[in-house]
């Protein structure tokens, strides 16, 4: 409890972290909304329906994957200079506000008026807004929080941004079942202006930016992604963090497409019990790690520690449960992957803070929007060709057995490149 009594006090006593946490919360809960009211609604790419939780066949996982994440991939190398060259504040207002002009469009023209492209844009823009919000928040957390509290402000920021947006979802699903498409839509947007107005009241989200012209800024732009890959890459305690994401990244997704393939089998076609025992289980392992973050951290001899420990107690949960085929096996499986993903996942972002001055953050969390696309993708196309009726435990085994061999060679990098020496560098401290 010591660590949910620090993120509450650092919000308040951090105003400008409080109101970059506002701003973050808003977007997610506003997802949750918009992506739970539109992804059934959306008919393109030759298949009905946008919802990877909703897909029924690992072709269908795929589709989706492929024609969520991709574009994204595209322009996040973009979109990471803009982080680290512009205002943070006004890019986290834009991204909130477009979207919600977008979003209340949508509503007030009504989904089933307008054809499947359209809505894709609109689903792709608050994918894309969400993407850059959060990679602006990370980059902007040490300025707004200081730099003595990351741990417990990337704490925060996880656990509240995933509790958000299982909230929207869950607004947008009982309202589903009394109101129309288009109010609940609205509702979205109004949210997503709330969140930026939020966005305007962080005073300090990064060092002062000059002032250029948007020509002379985006003629520099192709050199400065060139320079932000060069400075991670120069930087092991940067690119070895950011490589752990992506394998992260990749037995997340590879074991949510593998339970969601499973679960409605083990479990039956309610989607309460589906959300309880699959999403449910894996909320509380977050929990579990937001409140014992702090205690873990001042155990053991480095962060870079905690992310091997904990990376390879999620990896063990789908090698060890993923072949048990029960439901109490599923959901040990994504408790012990929330508990692992989330003391890593904050264990990471402390380190890439840590790693890079403020002018760079934003492109190394751009290079963290890439790794997590192609984690996706990876993890579908795999489970796309190996598939068949019956052997999805098998698949899950296999999957968390390669992920732990990866770990190992994770761990050679970490101790050659001495993140594993015990004169820690991150703060313990209580802002």
Same mark, same amino acid.
Do not use: C
């Given at each position: 409890m010591d660590m949910l009594r620090r993120g509450l006090a650092l919000l308040v006593r951090r105003p400008d972290f409080g109101f970059l946490m506002s701003t973050q919360f808003l977007a997610q809960a506003g997802d949750g909304i918009v992506q739970s009211a539109l992804a059934a609604s959306i008919v393109f790419g030759g298949g009905k329906g946008f919802d990877l939780d909703e897909a029924r066949t690992p072709e269908d996982i795929l589709r989706i994957a492929l024609?969520?994440?991709?574009?994204?991939?595209? *322009?996040?190398? $973009?979109?990471? *200079?803009?982080?680290?060259?512009?205002?943070?504040?006004?890019?986290?207002?834009?991204?909130?506000?477009?979207?919600?002009?977008?979003?209340? =469009?949508?509503?007030?023209?009504?989904?089933?008026?307008? +054809?499947?492209?359209?809505?894709? *844009? !609109?689903?792709?823009?608050?994918?894309?807004?969400?993407?850059?919000?959060?990679?602006?928040?990370?980059?902007?957390?040490?300025?707004? =929080? #200081?730099?003595? @509290?990351?741990?417990?402000? @990337?704490a925060v920021s996880q656990l509240g941004g995933a509790l958000f947006q299982l909230v929207g979802g869950g607004v947008a699903l009982v309202a589903k079942g009394f109101v129309s498409v288009p109010p609940i839509v609205l509702l979205g947007a109004a949210v997503y202006a709330l969140g930026a107005f939020s966005a305007l009241l962080v005073r300090r989200a990064g060092e002062p930016r000059p002032r250029r012209g948007f020509l002379a800024e985006a003629a520099r732009v192709a050199r400065s992604i060139a320079d932000g890959v060069l400075e991670v890459s120069r930087r092991p305690k940067a690119g070895a963090s950011i490589t752990s994401y992506?394998?992260?990244?990749?037995?997340?997704?590879? /074991?949510?497409?593998?339970?969601?393939?499973?679960?409605?089998?083990?479990?039956? @076609?309610?989607? $309460?019990?589906? /959300?309880?025992?699959?999403?449910? !289980?894996? =909320?509380?392992?977050?929990?579990?790690?937001?409140?014992?973050?702090?205690?873990?951290?001042?155990?053991?001899?480095?962060?870079?520690?905690?992310?091997?420990?904990?990376?390879?107690?999620? #990896?063990?949960?789908?090698?060890?449960? +993923?072949?048990?085929?029960?439901? $109490?096996?599923?959901?040990?499986?994504?408790? #012990?992957?929330?508990?692992? $993903?989330?003391l890593a996942k904050i264990s990471l972002d402390t380190l890439v803070q840590e790693a890079l001055g403020d002018d760079f953050r934003g492109r190394a969390f751009s290079l963290y929007d890439i790794a997590y696309n192609l984690a996706w993708v990876l993890a579908a196309g795999l489970m796309d060709i190996f598939f068949t009726p019956g052997n999805v435990g098998v698949l899950l085994a296999l999957g968390g057995a390669a992920f732990l061999a990866g770990l190992l060679l994770l761990w050679a990098w970490y101790r050659a490149a001495g993140l594993l020496a015990r004169d820690r560098s991150v703060a313990v401290g209580t802002g």
């Open positions: 024609l969520i994440f991709i574009p994204y991939t595209i *322009v996040s190398p $973009f979109t990471g *200079v803009v982080i680290d060259r512009w205002d943070r504040r006004l890019l986290m207002l834009w991204a909130n506000g477009l979207r919600a002009v977008v979003v209340a =469009a949508v509503a007030v023209i009504g989904p089933d008026h307008l +054809g499947g492209a359209p809505l894709y *844009v !609109a689903f792709l823009l608050t994918l894309t807004s969400t993407r850059v919000i959060l990679a602006t928040k990370a980059a902007a957390i040490p300025a707004a =929080a #200081g730099e003595a @509290n990351l741990v417990e402000a @990337n992506f394998w992260l990244r990749f037995i997340w997704s590879f /074991a949510l497409v593998g339970v969601g393939l499973e679960a409605r089998r083990l479990l039956g @076609n309610s989607d $309460f019990t589906v /959300a309880v025992v699959t999403g449910g !289980a894996g =909320a509380l392992g977050a929990i579990l790690g937001f409140v014992s973050a702090r205690a873990l951290l001042a155990r053991v001899a480095t962060t870079a520690s905690l992310v091997l420990g904990s990376a390879a107690l999620g #990896g063990l949960a789908v090698a060890v449960l +993923g072949s048990l085929q029960i439901r $109490f096996a599923l959901a040990a499986l994504t408790f #012990g992957l929330g508990l692992g $993903f989330f």
